[in-house]
């Protein structure tokens, strides 16, 4: 159901309670290495800060133990970062406790078009124990409640669930990036316009099961790609050598296959692979077609395969896509990898919906500078896989249907 967006809430002079995702990697040295995740947040927070609302962010970064601040996981360069991405905006980090006095005076202090960014949930072990009296000193900071975090929607942590759940009575809405994800990982999804072609690689057919059940009634046509293959291509008869291989996926593989059948849902698999000994050996690398040497491993779709996929995805009208055809941070174990992205945007350029999901995926939409090109570049990892097998949030329920 739809959600409440921020921007339908009067947020003048109001706190605004903003649960954000700004997990990003850093440098050696301390300095934020990849912004993207900062930078997607801007739309919901320019949406307040044009209105005269007082924002107070709250995020986690990495994994500390959750016995109090541990400088190396501090937001101070996330506040840096931000505060250079605002200009005109005064940026204050409240210090070492995101529920102490500082904070606290911080939150007063604010005024209308300032930004207050809280420290580190997972400094405190309440956060992801969801504890309710962490909840509630956080709920304490804000007059209204957004949630603009899809990468951690899967998570039934405090500052996810606990705070809002504290908050009832006070509008609980979501960010405008939430709003994107849940639009196109949902909506797009259950109302897809055919041909619908789901595109799923990476490792392990474990990984993507629940996935690959819950697409393959809805969709024309999967693609599968990535070490998840091998499981399926042996099920199937075809020597494998050292390639990925899940026995204990053998029965699941064979169900898929099944099902695939049963439903008339072409299921697209390699018919060549791009072989090495290993992923350090790409000097090494041959297409193979069929059975594999015993001493080679697949570690990309081969060309034929690449041309196949291709061709499928330039007639889709819908795409989704979550998990890398090969090892893509290896040339040349990128090249199918490259030519899906390449044919996903060109099938968006002819007006195809076309939804990526997955951070490896998204990093090579990236690395192939490709993420411009397709309608929508999932934020959520972890998230967005889970969305694609059909489950439900906790943490977005919480919030007011539209």
Known sequence: ??????????????????????????????????????????????????????????????????????????????AERLAHLLPDVDVTLAPDDCI???????????????????ENLRFHAGEKKNDPEFAAVLAGFGDIYVNDAFGTAHRDHASMVGVPEAMAGCPRVAGRLLQAELTFLSESIEHARPPFVAVLGG????????????????????VIGGGMAYTFLSV?????????????????????????????????????????PSPKHPGDAQAIAGDMPGDLMGLD????????????????STIVWNGPMGVCEVPPFDTGSRAVAEAVVSATSQGAISIIGGGETAAAMEAFGCAQGVSHVSTGGGASLQMLEGRSFPSVHLLDNA
């Not at 490792?203 to 999967?222: E, Q, T």
């Open 203 to 222: 490792a392990k057919v474990s990984d993507k099961l629940g996935a690959i059940g819950n697409l393959l009634p809805r969709v024309d046509a999967v």
């Open 1 to 78: 159901m739809a959600k409440v967006p921020i921007d339908a809430v009067d947020v003048a002079g109001k706190r605004v309670l903003v649960r954000v995702d700004f997990n990003v990697p850093l440098t050696g040295d301390g300095g934020v290495l990849d912004d993207r995740r900062i930078r997607m947040a801007l739309p919901t927070l320019q949406s307040v800060l044009d209105r005269g609302g007082r924002l107070v962010l709250m995020s986690h970064l990495g994994r500390p133990s959750g016995t109090g601040f541990e400088s190396q996981y501090s937001l101070q360069p996330v």
């Open 301 to 316: 779709i081969g060309p034929e395969s690449s041309a196949a996929a291709a061709t499928l995805l330039r007639t889709a």
């Open 236 to 276: 199937l008869g075809v020597e494998i050598g050292r390639s990925l291989f899940e026995e204990d996926m053998v029965d699941a593989a064979s169900r898929i296959l099944e099902q695939a059948e049963s439903t008339g849902t072409r299921l697209l698999l390699p018919v060549d692979s791009l072989c090495a």
């Open 100 to 118: 102490g006095p500082a904070a606290r005076a911080a939150v007063d202090a604010s005024v209308p078009g300032s930004i207050v960014l809280l």
